[in-house]
């Protein structure tokens, strides 16, 4: 098991900065994800790690090695790529082959390892098929055994799911991360995907135009973003904005208790995420603000309303369909002072 | 193989490759009797004798009239049958396709061998040019195809529908819709068959008619019994002429042709 | 693409009408005729006379001038196909996978011959390699050589020319494979452990074998018909079966034995060609 340092990475193509000096520790089995929007960095980083692109500037240690200038096959990586890159020539047991091979382990371990991580990928049987026989969940998973069979330092997944259908990335998303788990192997995932960042990750790292926007668990990054442009990326939200009062915020929903020493008459805004809000009849006499459903939209699970609060200010609210509300219909809107989260002042 | 390497080899095949061509280019400004190398002194004397020369003048003009009738039938076949193989083939395409490129796929001189038994068999015979230009019209096809069935690759067939949709009728939808998006395949694959047809040979040497000569059979009887640089001249006067269509179209016009 | 396939009665099939009627009567129809041709009596003064015979195969296949020639013609095929593939591979690799700048005009100069008539061609090759041509004359004045290298009226010359005329024939398919060789598979390799040279051995090297098999199959099968460069280069001393066919048909009028000659040709290639793609058969091809 390994841990990855990286320090002051920077990588330059002529144009300003692709990835611009970030920094990032990742601990020994720890899965850690890069997400951002394309253009963002995340894949050039992977590149830089796996050893496809030099860095112009900065350091990149596995256990404390500055690894750098080792080139890529020395780097002791194993890659998953986004379009799989199986050989095509190959069966999937030459596919899995390869890569003992060229560590020059002997014939009979080579088959003991491969029936081993067939095994664990569920494809024993397969061993003798073309990657074109294959469905394309079947050919991800040989993909990931051949990066896991060399017993990698390291494993880099670059954007695997994407070529998968919806269903299909799910079951992927939790095999992947179960898989994680069990071989315990550092691992760096990239995706655009910010459902997929947050199941499968210890730690999530933000990234938009070639800097780290926000690094941390799951939970951090959704309930606490670091600023608007992290909250608007991970799901959805609403803006709430309010002017700082003695320590409150007034907002559309009332008061909203504030730390931070923000000084009195700035105009702050607040992330809401939707589910965070809830929706209450207007005969309930509950404590909520008034407001009118302008439209609704049922996905089974769950219902996404769009409602105009008195003020005219609209707000998106996600929630069960226990009780449902009609287009038109006066509603009460509630939601906790806790679920509000300032993103900073309001330019 | 190093990066440096690499480039000096491919640079030395490139030379290989343009080494003849050269050659015949510099050899036609020779200014003495034979070909010598180098030159002894440089001047235009065999052009001014090949531009004289009725015979070869008589060839370049048969090659033109020959490659401009070619370009003309082949281009209207051509068209026709790129558009049934890209909307209207079906489970034919295949077949339609192999077909289609058999010219290209099968040897020319067995082909010219062909056509040669089939038009005395048939009694058309070779007194008339109907079989050279049949045989170059077969041998220009598969290129006229290429070009035009390339171009409708990226055309998408709900532009046609949307048209119909919109009340055009098939000959209105061809005319304001499909002409006007595929024209650069089809005036890429006129000129390429231009090209070929002013340059074939062996079809040429063995269906012409008497006092039928295109340029190239010309060229080629001369070669067998003279050795003066007037056979360069033509030559260089041809290449020229390729090029030029080549550069037109390429780089004035903006077509991109497909060769293969 | 194809979503709407043959509809509407006979209107789209207007449109293929001439091309299937101009392959169907003027190259289907004559092909088959050769075969017919073939077993028709050798005529006097006219090119056949009625009547057939197996008497045109017969001919073949009791003078060994013929076989012989047949074998040469093969033996100057196997090397040309040959010496194209190891010339024109690393061409192919760089203009694939090369840098951008280079590589357009390279695409360009491995085209450009193929817009010069092949007379042309081979009319700059006896240029170059006759006994008074640039070659010898050079290396005699520079005391390289006393008298002239035999490069011209032998099968070495008829090779060369043919290597030059088509060497694009084997680059462009070579190159269209790699291009279709997705680049992140080399990676895949460089990251299970490869160096790039292995990658390139192990990976792109089999991954370009459609390509390799496309250009020699066309490089052999133009090269045993050429006509204009064996017969401009060989001169009246080295045949090629393609030509003594040609000047069997033109010179000497012997039609029927002519068409057997030329079918014995075609077969033995076609035989070769079949041999070759059942030896480099790809399973992981669909």
């Known amino acids: 098991m390994t841990e990855v340092s990286i320090e002051k990475l920077t990588k330059d193509y002529g144009q300003g900065p692709a990835v611009n000096a970030i920094s990032l520790k990742i601990a020994e089995g720890e899965f850690i994800s890069l997400l951002g929007p394309s253009g963002c960095g995340k894949t050039t980083t992977l590149k830089m790690i796996a050893g496809f692109e030099d860095a112009t500037a900065g350091a990149i240690r596995f256990d404390g090695r500055d690894v750098v200038h080792v080139p890529v096959e020395k780097r002791d990586i194993g890659m998953v790529f986004q379009n799989y890159a199986l050989f095509p020539h190959m069966t999937v047991e030459q596919n899995l082959a390869f890569g003992l091979e060229m560590r020059k382990i002997p014939k009979p371990q080579i088959r003991e390892k491969i029936a081993k991580v067939l095994d664990m990928v569920q494809l024993a049987g397969y061993a003798e098929r073309y990657p074109r026989q294959l469905s394309g969940g079947q050919q991800q998973r040989v993909a990931l055994a051949r990066a896991l069979v060399i017993e990698p330092k390291i494993l880099l997944l670059d954007e695997p799911l994407a070529n998968l259908d919806a269903k299909l990335r799910e079951e992927m998303r939790v095999f992947i991360r179960d898989l994680q788990r069990r071989v315990g192997i550092t691992t760096v995932y990239v995706t655009h995907d910010q459902a997929e960042a947050m199941t499968m990750s210890d730690r999530v790292v933000v990234m938009f135009g070639g800097r780290i926007a926000q690094m941390g668990t799951p939970s951090d990054i959704y309930e606490r973003p670091a600023n608007l442009e992290v909250a608007e990326f991970v799901g959805q939200v609403n803006i709430v904005r309010g002017k700082v009062g003695g320590g409150m915020v007034s907002t559309a929903f009332g008061d909203v208790p504030v730390t931070g020493g923000h000084a009195d008459g700035t105009e702050l805004m607040l992330a809401l995420r939707p589910e965070a809000v809830e929706l209450l009849p207007v005969n309930s006499g509950a404590a909520g603000v008034p407001a009118k459903v302008l439209s609704s939209y049922y996905s089974g699970s769950l219902v996404d309303y769009r409602l105009e609060l008195a003020g005219g200010a609209t707000v998106n609210v996600q929630t069960f369909p226990r009780t449902r509300f009609a287009d038109g219909e006066q509603v009460l809107v509630h939601a906790p002072a806790e679920r509000f989260w300032p993103l900073g002042s309001a330019a | 193989m190093s990066k440096p390497f690499l480039t000096l080899y491919c640079l030395i095949i490139y030379a290989f490759l343009l080494a003849p061509i050269a050659v015949v280019v510099i050899a036609s400004f020779n200014s003495g009797a034979f070909l010598t190398f180098p030159p002894q002194g440089y001047s235009f004397r065999w052009y001014v004798v090949f531009f004289n020369n009725e015979v070869f003048m008589r060839a370049i003009r048969t090659s033109l009239g020959i490659a401009a009738i070619t370009m003309v039938i082949s281009g209207i076949i051509g068209t026709m049958a790129a558009m049934f193989y890209v909307s209207h083939a079906g489970r034919l395409k295949e077949t339609v396709r192999i077909a289609m490129l058999a010219p290209l796929l099968l040897p020319e001189v067995l082909t010219a061998i062909a056509l040669l038994f089939f038009v005395y068999s048939v009694g058309i015979g070779t007194q008339t040019m109907f079989g050279m230009v049949v045989g170059h019209v077969l041998i220009t096809l598969p290129f006229m195809f290429i070009n035009v069935s390339a171009s409708m690759e990226s055309y998408d067939p709900s532009w046609s529908m949307a048209a119909q949709s919109l009340g055009a009728g098939r000959f209105t939808r061809f005319r304001r819709i499909m002409l006007p998006l595929i024209k650069p395949g089809v005036i890429g694959g006129c000129l390429f068959a231009f090209i070929i047809s002013f340059d074939v040979f062996t079809i040429s040497f063995l269906l012409k008619g008497v006092g039928m000569s295109t340029l190239p059979i010309q060229l080629f009887d001369y070669l067998r019994t003279n050795f003066t640089p007037e056979a360069a001249a033509v030559s260089t006067c041809s290449i020229v002429l390729t090029m030029a269509v080549v550069v037109i179209s390429e780089k004035v016009l903006g077509l991109r042709i497909h060769r293969f | ?286």
Not at chain 3, 22 to 35: D, E, K, Q, R, S
Not at chain 3, 73 to 97: D, E, H, K, M, S
Not at chain 3, 146 to 152: A, R, S, T, V
Not at chain 3, 176 to 191: K, M, N, T, V, W
């Open chain 3, 1 to 286: 693409m194809n979503a709407a396939p043959a509809k509407k009665g006979l209107g789209p099939l207007l449109l293929i009408a001439p091309a299937a009627v101009l392959i169907g009567v003027f190259l289907v129809l004559p092909y088959l005729n050769i075969v017919v041709m073939s077993f028709r009596m050798p005529g006097q003064g006219t090119p056949y006379a009625p009547g057939f015979t197996f008497g045109n195969y017969g001919k073949f296949f009791a003078d060994s001038f013929y076989i012989m020639q047949v074998v040469n013609t093969l033996w100057i095929g196997f090397l040309t196909t040959f010496l194209c593939l190891v010339l024109g591979y690393p061409v192919a690799w760089q203009l694939a996978r090369g840098n951008s700048a280079f590589r357009a005009l390279g695409y360009a100069l491995v085209l450009s011959p193929l817009l010069v008539g092949i007379v042309i061609r081979s009319y700059g090759w006896t240029i170059l390699l006759g006994n008074n041509g640039i070659i010898n004359r050079t290396l005699s004045s520079w005391g390289v050589i006393d008298g002239p290298l035999p490069l011209m009226y032998n099968a070495l010359g008829i090779i060369i020319a043919l290597v030059h005329v088509f060497l694009p024939f084997m680059i462009l398919p070579i190159m269209s494979a790699i291009q279709g060789i997705d680049p992140s598979l080399e990676l895949a390799a460089r990251s299970l452990g490869a160096s790039k040279l292995t990658a390139f051995r192990r990976i792109t090297l089999p991954l370009s074998l459609p390509g390799m098999q496309a250009g020699c199959i066309l490089v052999f099968v133009l090269s045993l018909s050429a006509y204009v460069t064996p017969s401009l280069i060989g001169g009246l001393r080295v045949k090629t079966m393609a030509v003594t066919v040609v000047d069997a048909l033109i010179d000497t009028f012997q039609w029927p034995f002519g068409s057997a000659m030329a079918l014995m040709l075609s077969v033995t290639g076609a035989v070769v060609v079949i041999i070759f793609g059942r030896l480099t058969v790809m399973k992981w091809k669909a």
